[in-house]
């Protein structure tokens, strides 16, 4: 197809290529008139306003959501920034607002997700490696791109703005190339595309469905194996990461309850957890109940496990002393600290880089817990200890959904660094938790080696015994397999993907 009827061919060399806008002498499209932000074309203005336009053709147009897409890949490429935090910070600094904001969210966070399969498509279409296209060029490019495969705008409006912001970025040259790549990438739809370009199913199947789902392939390789015989929820697993996830709140124990919390906001109380409400949309930060800290900000799965580790059932008498090991940003531990006020219990929580423990104190303000600014492996905190909650720092495997750029940053390098630092956690917490107490070892992962081989290994070396954490969540809980673990899946029960494990010492 002709994506941008009457458009030059470009040049796939960067060289010459002159896009077409001003050689028609009408404008995008050869018509005459100009497209709004979505490609549509505008109405005739009054008198004037044509040789206006035509002045103006003769510059590149350019679309204000559209660059603040660009201009997020840009900040995520160049200096490792999170798309959910630069975006917010562009729209607010560029005043856009309503649809043009919610285009840009759409189009920055979409691509940050798409990236293996744009950067598939644009190799394809411009028949040499990335590594070899001005960097800048590929960020416009892949916002191109994306609109092409993965939205509703028009071929033409996606190739005539996107070539409009390299050749203000790069000058004519650029222009050209672009205009040639996005039409070729035109050309087919995006499941013609993934159908091209994936690996062969039958000799690689799960590289062939994360090419699908834009994972990279050791990733999906990590769930398929904690999936285990339910790998044929893959392809379901992987989908979820692509999806944004709803807000889930978490009512304070002993100052709301999740149905007056739901009443409050108009939100839905959760399916599992006992303090869950689900929010369809707006900004939690501005409910009364979120700035009088009546409720929080919390995955539900998250809210799971801070339960669980007061539910664990310990021998003897439970004398109160809770410790959790990881605490900051201080989410579980305002949790813990809630049913400790109720309970007659006190929580230390411990978090060794000062500014998070910062964030402890103010979660857990008013809550009978103690924040020690220390290394969880070396605290030189008492032993004693009937509860231990170890929520130890982790690839984050199971919270993809939450930061669109995350897969493709990550490296099964970070693993391994993870694993010798989840074990010393474990094994701290061994230290000080007391004969008969519990601790709860949790992480935001399925991955295999982050979660059972860490907590198999801890019983071995440490002689603790694993509980059936299954019994610490709600019985109405689907999918929860043999236990004696617990791994909790976004695609199954919408919470992130927490592993929890209950051991006894
Ligand atoms: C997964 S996060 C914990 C999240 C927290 N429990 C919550 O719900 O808000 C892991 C935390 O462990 C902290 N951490 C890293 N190294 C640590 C160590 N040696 N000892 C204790 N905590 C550590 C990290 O700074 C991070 O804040």
Redesign the pocket.
Known sequence: MNAWPGGSDGDLHGEGGRHDRGRSGGGRGGRGRPRDDRGRRAGRGPAGRDARETRRREQPVLDSAREAARDTLRAVRERDAYANLVLPRLLRERRITGRDAAFATELAYGACRALGLLDAVIEACAGRPLARVDPPVVDALRVGVYQLLRTRVAPHAAVSTTVDMVVADGGRGAGGFANAVLRRAAEKTDQQWIAQLTPSPDSAPVAASAFRHFHPAWIAQAFADALGPDAGELDAALEADNVSPRVHLVARPGAISAEELALVTGGEEGLYSPYAVYLDGGDPGELDPVREGLAAVQDEG?QLV?RAATLAPVDGPDGGRWL??????????ALLGAIADIDGAHVDA????EH?AALVRSAVDGLPVTVHAV???DSGLAPGYDRVLV????TGLGALRRRPEARWRKSPEDVTGLTR?QRE?LGAAAELVRPGGVIVYST?SPHLAETAGIVMDAQRRHGLTALDARTLVPAAMPGLGDGPFVQLWPHRHGTDGMFLAALRK
């Open positions: 998250s801070a959790d090991l990881c605490a900051g940003p201080g989410g579980k531990a411990v978090e060794p880089a998070r290394d969880g492996c929520d130890a720092p982790c630092l956690l935001c």
